[in-house]
């Protein structure tokens, strides 16, 4: 038996969909995962539809209190509404509650997946040491959580965090979907380090590149890689990556005196790119801000879980304004 | 008689020291300015002694609460310390209420100078409609207050804020004092303005910017003026100026998504400066966050007052703390 009252977590990827049950000190008692089928908007929520009556359905002990989701685009967490997306393909908003929550006689919360994430951090991981933490997390794109005060900073309208449109000033001739050049994000998240490779490919004919291309392994780890063989291809975006970060990193720490920044996504894993940051966050931010800053370092929370654990907080959230 | 319990506010700059009795509410009952003599620490602290006694020994009603002071430097709030400063030569940390509450039996708050200028906006300006917004102050410096959940950020060490160290790009032969280049404070700042311009004038012998300096006239206003009229000079330090501006701005309307952005400090009295950093940051920063922003405008507060008031605030947080 399970004594203790849980919520749902689910975290909502463009691949899979994960889902768990999460007490309120942060135990996940069962979590399960589940693909995405991400066509269209209907079988995206159909998707997730099925993902949360499976789980259900197999769920042995008491109902839980709420359902909390982590996903990707824009949200309206006040409202509970998924306003829309791109990756996952939402074009007319989605009322979370009415659309998922009401079956089961449940709320349900949302959020964006960067937010959840930092929520999870804030009550579970960092934040039970420092009331003032950033969440970076670099993967597909580039994007902040930032906690002050000992709370998620949201912002006006839930926009806050966004960090990939820092302008840094590194491969200047480098265009941004948002228009402008200069941007943090074309050159160093996992998405757009990938993209600028296969575009100077060509301008590079030597670069071993080319073979992590043919093998469908060009990605963070081969460039990284590379650049310590010193290819010069690779040394370039590579370079460019660690400087547009830590000019990035150093404004906002400069700005925000954070006690930490946690950060997260698939590009720290093999530990080429963070001492690198480091360092140029140690040469370029103030004085005074470095020394508050504790570290720069990998989150202490499972990466396949902090999502979920994210999303469960919402719901948590929702259970409490109930109380 | 004055039946409102006041406190005392004591802004305390490099030339002039300002002291008012404010309530509760923000009125001001009573203000009085005082010389500030800054030869060395000990005169400074003489002089805000001696404005301090002045002031109250005028003062008709009942004892006041508390003291509170906004200072230029380095402060730690939480121990009511003046750690230090360069402009007011502070080497020594300074306990303000064993230094000056202490003859009067009263606590005495401490904070920096823009913090205190952006408490007194959240309580009594702009915070009366936003829970998230910046307090931008241009002067001799460029630096920032941060209010995200109806709350001042100050950080880990009360060092948030820093904006003048924001890497923009523009201008990146510009050396700053923090050792870097490309800065946003020595293209944007006042001080920064009227430093570049003269370092600029001899490789432009033809600039009218030679007889404003002349006339001891050399600021802002007139470098404005002058790129009004075509001057090549003027042209490019405020072009330098407005580009700096907007493109920091725009990175922080990003990260923060604030409801409003309160500029204060006297480069934007002319109101030559303002729409063009708003054409800036409209044209830079992302939808999302511009959706949100109602508005980047002067404060709505006195600003011979806004110092004041602020350090006021401070001094009531010392009240409700006892309470």
Request: aromatic share 6%; with cysteine; hydrophobic share 45%.
């Amino acid at each position: 038996m399970n004594p203790a009252p849980v919520v749902i977590g689910v975290d909502v990827g463009g691949t899979k969909i994960a889902v768990g049950a999460v007490t309120r000190t942060g135990e996940m008692v069962q979590a399960g995962r589940y693909p995405m089928d991400r066509s269209t908007q209907q079988t995206s929520l159909t998707s997730i539809q099925v993902a949360l009556d499976d789980f259900l359905s197999s769920w042995p002990h008491a109902a839980p209190l709420a359902l909390g989701f982590g996903v990707v685009g824009r949200t309206d967490p006040a409202a509970g509404i998924w306003v829309r997306s791109m990756n996952i393909p939402i074009s007319e908003s989605v009322d979370m509650t009415a659309r998922f929550g009401a079956p089961y006689g449940l709320r349900a919360a949302v959020d964006n997946d960067v937010h959840a994430a930092t929520l999870a951090e804030l009550h579970w991981g960092a934040g039970r040491e420092a009331r003032d933490f950033v969440y970076l997390n670099v993967g597909t794109g580039t994007a902040t959580g930032i906690v002050t005060n000992g709370a998620l900073v949201r912002g006006a309208g839930n926009h806050a965090g966004e960090f990939g449109h820092t302008f840094t000033g590194v491969a200047p001739d480098v265009p941004c979907p948002c228009g402008r050049c200069g941007c943090l994000e074309p050159v160093a998240s996992g998405g757009g380090l990938i993209e600028r490779a296969r575009e100077l490919l060509p301008a590079y004919p030597d670069s071993p590149l080319h073979v992590a291309e043919q093998q469908g392994q060009l990605n963070a780890h081969a460039i990284f890689a590379q650049a310590d063989q010193g290819d010069p291809l690779a040394t370039r975006l590579a370079d460019d990556m660690v400087n547009a970060l830590g000019i990035a990193l150093a404004n906002l720490i400069n700005l925000l005196d954070p006690q930490a920044i946690v950060v997260g996504g698939g590009v720290w894993a093999d530990g080429w790119l963070l001492p690198r940051v480091q360092r140029i966050v140690q040469a370029t931010a103030l004085a005074g801000a470095l020394s508050d800053l504790e570290s720069i370092a990998p989150s202490s929370l499972d990466p396949d879980h902090v999502g979920l654990l994210g999303a469960a907080i919402l719901a948590w959230e929702v259970v409490a304004e109930r109380e």
